[in-house]
């Protein structure tokens, strides 16, 4: 064993018994972006380094200690995608897809951040990310919340997500704000953490994201950015929320809630859960115009968030809303040369007649008894069974494996394939 080479820490393996729990929640969210009309796009998981530099910002969790960076043969410096606005944004505009264009997107993929693995954080995690281009809003802010507030109904898991929300305003009114919220941390250092005081130079309102317990008070003490908003992102704001107050989608106002990245403005929003610990953001958001011109595009609006699968699965699991799907409905028995090899053949045949079946073929030969045991262990509803004697007079046999349904009944292979179809 001291050989065997394992996963890195915090890249995760999804094991066959797991995979229709994934593939379960990975239709309803394409089934639910499919109902609003969004197109899926297909991202490189590695990007320019100085990509992710010049739009999640320098100063921010992700850039100063989480990337994957290395360079390449060539000596370019390239990053695993550590999220999936910016690459998205990058294709838009390269593409040129943002001339007088409205685009509603998503992505889907594995993510890269080098962070402290714990339940809930990953090294290597998956996001659904959605991004709308060339719509200012508030109108498309709304239909994202109802997108998302869809698929926690389709997943049974709406009574365990609340939605904050908050706006940062304009890039002006922001700096106006920071002088203030940067005097009165002033007027608290000794209360500030090591990471704090470095961001008070760098990156000031990045401390009302702190993590760190100890802060939270200080925190909660400062100054607000709903009260340097101007007119028009107060405009934006109160028709957002008078659009969810209409549409029955509850909220909570959290003026601290800044996102972990830079390049957010206006409308911010985070669902949160109160049963995952400390990961209690399942999903997170917001506007975000003043990227496009700093990734070189001419001015244009955009809107969107990203979804992390993990904690959505986790919070399916606590809910108890894990799906029972089968693998396999039907397992076929087949002792005898001769029944091996109609067996194939017949396999094939019912394949084509009983669309949408779950037929696995035993490999690998056995006695009547041990194929018995792998159609049970598979979990089969039922089992095909060809013997040299079914073969010779052309039937099968079928047996029901469910608790209590001993019979097994002998049909021709016209019969066998008519019942299939009802099952
Ligand atoms: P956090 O505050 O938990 O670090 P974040 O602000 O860094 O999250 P975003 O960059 O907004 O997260 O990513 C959106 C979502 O992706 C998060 O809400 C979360 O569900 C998921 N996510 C982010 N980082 C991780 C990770 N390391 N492992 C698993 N899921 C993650
Ligand atoms: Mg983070």
Same mark, same amino acid.
């Given at each position: 064993?001291?050989?065997?080479?394992?996963?890195?820490?915090?890249?995760?393996?999804?094991?066959?018994?797991?995979?229709?729990?994934?593939?379960?929640?990975?239709?309803?969210?394409?089934?639910? #972006?499919?109902?609003?009309?969004?197109?899926?796009?297909?991202?490189?998981?590695?990007?320019?380094?100085?990509?992710?530099?010049?739009?999640?910002?320098?100063?921010?969790?992700?850039?100063?200690?989480?990337?994957?960076?290395?360079?390449?043969?060539?000596?370019?410096?390239?990053?695993?995608?550590?999220?999936?606005?910016?690459?998205?944004?990058?294709?838009?505009?390269?593409?040129?897809?943002?001339?007088?264009?409205?685009?509603?997107?998503? &992505? &889907?993929?594995?993510?890269?951040?080098?962070?402290?693995?714990?339940?809930?954080?990953?090294?290597?995690?998956?996001?659904?990310?959605?991004?709308?281009?060339?719509?200012?809003?508030?109108?498309?802010?709304?239909?994202?919340?109802?997108?998302?507030?869809?698929?926690?109904?389709?997943?049974?898991?709406?009574?365990?997500?609340?939605?904050?929300?908050?706006?940062?305003?304009?890039?002006?009114?922001?700096?106006?704000?920071?002088?203030?919220?940067?005097?009165?941390?002033?007027?608290?250092?000794?209360?500030?953490?090591?990471?704090?005081?470095?961001?008070?130079?760098?990156?000031?309102?990045?401390?009302?994201?702190?993590?760190?317990?100890?802060?939270?008070?200080?925190?909660?003490?400062?100054?607000?950015?709903?009260?340097?908003?101007?007119?028009?992102?107060?405009?934006?704001?109160?028709?957002?929320?008078?659009?969810?107050?209409?549409?029955?989608?509850?909220?909570?106002?959290?003026?601290?809630?800044?996102?972990?990245?830079?390049? &957010?403005?206006?409308?911010?929003?985070?669902?949160?859960?109160?049963? #995952?610990?400390?990961?209690?953001?399942?999903?997170?958001?917001?506007?975000?115009?003043?990227?496009?011109?700093?990734?070189?595009?001419?001015?244009?609006?955009?809107?969107?968030?990203?979804?992390?699968?993990?904690?959505? #699965?986790?919070?399916?699991?606590?809910?108890?809303?894990?799906?029972?799907?089968?693998?396999?409905?039907? &397992?076929?028995?087949?002792?005898?040369?001769?029944?091996?090899?109609?067996?194939?053949?017949?396999?094939?045949?019912?394949?084509?007649?009983?669309?949408?079946?779950?037929?696995?073929?035993?490999?690998?030969?056995?006695?009547?008894?041990?194929?018995?045991?792998?159609?049970?262990?598979?979990?089969?509803?039922?089992?095909?069974?060809?013997?040299?004697?079914?073969?010779?007079?052309?039937?099968?046999?079928?047996?029901?494996?469910?608790?209590?349904?001993?019979?097994?009944?002998?049909?021709?292979?016209?019969?066998?394939?008519?019942?299939?179809?009802?099952?």
């Amino acid at each position: 064993m001291a050989n065997n080479i394992q996963a890195i820490r915090g890249m995760h393996d999804v094991l066959p018994d797991q995979t229709p729990f994934w593939q379960y929640a990975e239709q309803a969210l394409r089934d639910v #972006l499919s109902a609003y009309g969004y197109s899926e796009i297909r991202l490189p998981i590695v990007e320019k380094t100085e990509l992710f530099k010049r739009s999640i910002g320098e100063v921010t969790d992700i850039v100063e200690k989480e990337m994957y960076t290395f360079e390449d043969r060539n000596g370019d410096s390239l990053t695993l995608r550590p999220e999936g606005t910016a690459g998205c944004l990058r294709a838009c505009l390269e593409h040129g897809l943002l001339h007088n264009q409205v685009h509603r997107l998503w &992505y &889907y993929g594995p993510m890269y951040r080098h962070e402290r693995p714990q339940k809930g954080r990953y090294r290597q995690f998956i996001q659904l990310g959605v991004e709308t281009y060339g719509m200012s809003g508030p109108d498309i802010d709304a239909e994202l919340i109802l997108l998302m507030d869809r698929l926690w109904k389709k997943l049974g898991i709406r009574d365990k997500v609340r939605l904050q929300l908050n706006s940062l305003g304009t890039i002006a009114e922001r700096l106006v704000y920071r002088e203030t919220l940067v005097s009165y941390f002033q007027a608290h250092l000794e209360e500030l953490d090591e990471d704090s005081l470095r961001r008070l130079e760098t990156n000031p309102l990045r401390i009302l994201d702190t993590k760190n317990p100890a802060m939270h008070q200080l925190v909660a003490n400062a100054p607000e950015l709903m009260a340097y908003l101007g007119a028009e992102s107060l405009q934006h704001f109160n028709t957002l929320t008078a659009t969810l107050n209409d549409l029955g989608i509850s909220y909570e106002i959290n003026t601290r809630l800044v996102r972990g990245l830079d390049y &957010y403005s206006k409308t911010v929003f985070e669902w949160v859960t109160d049963e #995952l610990g400390s990961q209690g953001t399942v999903c997170a958001g917001g506007r975000y115009d003043g990227l496009i011109e700093q990734l070189g595009g001419k001015p244009n609006f955009a809107v969107g968030f990203a979804m992390g699968i993990e904690r959505l #699965l986790a919070l399916m699991e606590v809910s108890g809303n894990i799906p029972q799907t089968r693998t396999v409905d039907v &397992y076929m028995i087949r002792v005898g040369d001769a029944a091996e090899r109609e067996g194939l053949r017949f396999a094939e045949t019912i394949r084509n007649e009983v669309p949408g079946l779950k037929l696995q073929v035993n490999c690998g030969g056995g006695s009547f008894k041990s194929q018995f045991k792998k159609a049970d262990k598979i979990g089969a509803g039922y089992a095909i069974i060809l013997g040299d004697d079914e073969v010779s007079r052309g039937e099968v046999s079928i047996k029901s494996l469910r608790n209590g349904e001993e019979q097994q009944q002998t049909l021709s292979q016209v019969e066998a394939i008519t019942f299939l179809q009802t099952l």
